[in-house]
C-alpha cells in the first residue's frame, strides 16, 4: 500500500518559519511530482506548491511566493515545504500529494494519484 506521510506542523507565531516533511514508502518517488495541498477550516482544498520529478521545476500560487519553498530529496524518498513569514491565512491541515510524472506538474488537486493523511499548521500569536 502507498504511503505518504507528513511531518513538521505545529503552532507558530506569525512571522514565523515551519519545515514540513513528507516521507514516501511502496511506489517509485522518484517517478512522480509532488505537490503540497492546504485546507483551512470551513474551506475546501488549495493548492499551494508542485515541484516535478528531480526539483528542478517549481511553481506556487501567488500567495506563499517568495514565502514558501518546495523541495524533494529523491535519495530519501522525501519531499519537503518551508515556509517562512507565516501569515494567520497561512493556517491550515497541509497535505503531501504525488502524481504520476508523464502528467506533468500539476496543480490540479483532481489529479493527484496519493495523498498523506495531513499535518496542522497553525499560525496565531
Known amino acids: 500500500e502507498v504511503q505518504l506521510v507528513e511531518s513538521g506542523g505545529g503552532l507558530v507565531q506569525p512571522g514565523g518559519s515551519l519545515r514540513l516533511s513528507c516521507t514516501a514508502s511502496?511506489?517509485?518517488?522518484?517517478?512522480?511530482?509532488m505537490a503540497w495541498v492546504r485546507q483551512a477550516p470551513g474551506k475546501g482544498l488549495e493548492w499551494v506548491s508542485t515541484?516535478?520529478?528531480?526539483?528542478?521545476?517549481?511553481t506556487y500560487r501567488d500567495s506563499v511566493k517568495g514565502r514558501f519553498t518546495i523541495s524533494r530529496d529523491n535519495a530519501k524518498n522525501t519531499a519537503y515545504l518551508s515556509m517562512n513569514n507565516l501569515k494567520p491565512e497561512d493556517t491550515a491541515v497541509y497535505y503531501c500529494a504525488g502524481v504520476e510524472s508523464s502528467r506533468g506538474v500539476v496543480t490540479t488537486t483532481t489529479l493527484y494519484d496519493f495523498w498523506g493523511q495531513g499535518t496542522q499548521v497553525t499560525v496565531s500569536s
Open positions: 511502496r511506489f517509485t518517488f522518484s517517478s512522480y511530482s
Open positions: 515541484t516535478d520529478t528531480g526539483g528542478d521545476i517549481t
